[in-house]
């Protein structure tokens, strides 16, 4: 069984800054691309930031500057640090990710069950 396990999500005010981790445990060979998407209330989940596996980064424009998705491999985790955040960033944050269970297997795909990060004054 593979389980990707979110922390870092809470309560902050605008302006204020939170790390988020994902980290991916079980049968694992190699953890790929990873990803945090988001989603509000009463909306569509989004993708926030992706990470390859080589390290090409994108991100959506409204976090642009703001926030960082950074991975370390050796933990097999991914990371999204989110600076200045802002009411609109509050929302329900899920991580994704692409892991190889075995060598020479094809790629499964993997959510977390969600952290949430609220923005309030």
């Known amino acids: 069984q593979v389980q990707l396990v979110e922390s870092g999500g809470g309560l902050v005010q605008p302006g204020g800054s939170l790390r988020l981790s994902c980290a991916a445990s079980g049968s694992i060979f190699r953890l790929n691309a990873g990803g945090w998407y988001r989603q509000a209330v009463g909306k569509e989940r989004e993708l926030v930031a992706s990470i390859s596996s080589v390290g090409r980064t994108n991100y959506a424009d409204s976090v642009k500057g703001r926030f960082t998705i950074s991975r370390d491999n050796a933990k097999n985790t991914v990371y999204l640090q989110m600076n200045n955040l802002k009411p609109e960033d509050t929302a329900l944050y899920y991580c994704?990710?692409?892991?190889?269970?075995?060598?020479?297997?094809?790629?499964?795909?993997?959510w977390g069950q969600g952290t949430q990060v609220t923005v309030s004054s």
């Open positions: 994704n990710a692409d892991v190889l269970r075995a060598w020479a297997t094809p790629q499964a795909n993997y």
